[in-house]
């Protein structure tokens, strides 16, 4: 099952007390990686997250109501055979339109929050960046499409932020200044990195299945670039 999960919700509660923020309202075993809650008749029921979102980022994220299923998909992830799609409005122009990103990250995690750096790391980070198209006023902003080809955290935030292509309302690697001003010309603070696109084929009770995923763009990059 995909669900198209809006922008400031959490893919999971991660302590008590977070699952109305989550993406369903239900208690996150953590060990298992599985909402757990009770049926009308009595009876528990679990879905399994194979994927995860930041929760400033939108879009496609998956699920599964079979353990045996979740582990098939998950090995798809960790083979990095699965396609994903992502759309981003960043303050600027690429230079070309198109190319292909490789960089060498610094990821590090602490006390459960993870920053990463393109300044002298040693994580292998590729993407293709391509753009979609460009918006007209100002301040400059573009709609490009972004395909990872390597999955590390914030990856493309940090690519885009490394060759002076922001990510609109990006808290942590974005222009400060740029965002308040865009705020408050636009009337909204999200974070404009969209999961627009997931596909992956898999083997399951015999078979050969494919399966794919699409979350429309949201309405408000259409409003950033036509304003």
């Known amino acids: 099952v995909a669900f198209n999960k809006p922008a400031g919700v959490l893919s999971h509660a991660n302590r008590a007390g977070e699952e109305a923020r989550a993406l369903l309202q239900a208690r996150y075993d953590l060990k298992e990686e599985c909402f757990v809650w009770t049926a009308g008749n009595g009876v528990e029921r679990r879905l399994w997250l194979l994927n995860r979102l930041d929760s400033a980022t939108s879009g496609v994220i998956l699920a599964a109501d079979s353990a045996e299923l979740a582990v098939t998909v998950r090995a798809q992830f960790k083979r990095k055979t699965v396609r994903k799609v992502y759309a981003a409005l960043v303050f600027g122009v690429p230079k070309l339109p198109q190319e ?32 979609m198209r460009s918006g007209r006023g100002e301040p400059r902003v573009s709609l490009i499409r972004l395909e990872p080809r390597t999955g590390r955290s ?27 001003e865009f705020a408050r ?21 015999g078979a050969r299945h494919t399966f794919s995923a699409r979350a429309p763009l949201p309405a408000e990059f259409e409003q950033a670039l036509a304003g």
């Not at 490789?102 to 293709?128: F, M, N, Y």
């Not at 990856?155 to 965002?179: E, H, M, S, W």
């Not at 627009?196 to 399951?204: H, I, P, V």
């Open 100 to 131: 292909t990103w490789r960089d060498r990250l610094a990821v590090q995690k602490q006390g459960g929050v993870v920053r990463t750096s393109a300044v002298a790391g040693h994580v292998p980070a590729e993407s293709v960046m391509t753009v």
């Open 154 to 180: 914030h990856q493309l935030r940090v690519q885009c932020a490394k060759r002076q292509l922001p990510i609109v309302g990006d808290q942590t690697y974005g222009d400060f200044k740029r965002n308040r």
């Open 185 to 205: 010309a636009a009337g909204t603070r999200r974070m404009f990195l969209h999961s627009l696109e997931t596909q992956f084929a898999y083997d399951w009770s």
